[in-house]
């Protein structure tokens, strides 16, 4: 059950109207890290969480607060677009400089949602459900999560850098500081999983399965050799389980792939030396 209050949980006025912010806005409403994507990422998580309630409480309870996030900035488009009304526009976008400028909105804020945020990035692709990832692995899904708040504070950092308005400032305050706890919040989580799990996901794997000895191994494989003097390239494994090594020239194992002809009745190109 869910139940909605009213009152916003920040403020989210503008000084002054801007189609144009608007628009740019949209990319933390319904782009691929935006708003909707982390409020629905974190309540499938939470939903499909299996005897482990102290995360599944977490993750309901973040994915909750996003969802306030998205009434948030949808409330600021809107308000981005209050007493500029279309005719005005257009009247504006008579003058050939400031027509460049305003033809920078979104035409959708006026003729498909009225003045209203859509469920769209900045530039008019309209959001997807692919963009969230809930495996049932909570390591997994936690370092997702902190990819998710990392690129969100980046572009709410972005933004804030392109506008003057103090209102949109304000807003935006709010969300890089909430991105700030969520990023924190993700790795204090990580960091609580590996210390019982261990770094590789999924720890329920049994190594003997895999073939641990080129589980360590960076193979030079572009041209240039500076990769080999990270961390990644030398001494013990960050999980504690191998020794990290680097092949300057790697050899192939297997053969040159020969294919089999494809049945007639799929019409491939036939092989050039078959008569």
Same mark, same amino acid.
């Given at each position: ?31 691929? +890290? ?26 309901? !309870? ?19 677009? !209050? ?47 692919? +963009? ?32 003057? !308005? ?14 700030? +706890? ?23 794997f049994p ?7 080129v589980a +360590? ?44 002809p494809a ?13």
């Amino acid at each position: 059950m869910f139940f909605h209050v009213k009152e916003l949980q920040f403020e989210a006025k503008p000084e002054r109207p801007d189609p144009i912010f608007a628009k740019k806005l949209q990319e933390l409403i319904g782009g691929q +890290y935006g708003e909707m994507t982390v409020a629905m990422q974190y309540m499938f998580q939470g939903w499909a969480t299996r005897g482990n309630e102290k995360y599944r409480d977490l993750l309901l !309870d973040i994915g909750t607060e996003e969802i306030g996030h998205v009434e948030m900035l949808a409330t600021m488009v809107a308000r981005l677009m !209050d007493d500029a009304p279309v005719n005005q526009q257009e009247e504006a976008a008579k003058d050939p400089v400031v027509g460049a400028i305003m033809g920078g909105m979104n035409p959708q804020h006026a003729i498909v949602s009225g003045l209203g945020a859509r469920p769209a990035d900045s530039v008019g692709n309209p959001w997807m459900g692919t +963009y969230i990832t809930a495996s049932g692995n909570l390591l997994a899904d936690f370092r997702s999560n902190l990819n998710a708040e990392s690129q969100g504070r980046l572009q709410a950092a972005r933004l804030y850098e392109m506008t003057d !308005d103090k209102g949109i400032k304000d807003l935006l305050s709010v969300l890089i500081a909430r991105d700030a +706890y969520h990023q924190n919040q993700w790795a204090a989580a990580i960091a609580e999983l590996e210390e019982k799990e261990g770094l590789l996901v999924p720890s329920t794997f049994p190594r003997e399965n895999e073939r641990t000895d080129v589980a +360590y191994t960076l193979y030079n494989l572009s041209a240039g050799e500076e990769s080999s003097t990270g961390r990644w390239a030398q001494g013990p494994a960050l999980d504690g389980q191998g020794e990290y090594k680097y092949v300057s020239n790697p050899k192939p194992e297997g053969d040159k792939p020969m294919l089999k002809p494809a049945p007639p009745n799929l019409h491939n190109t036939l092989p050039m030396d078959l008569k």
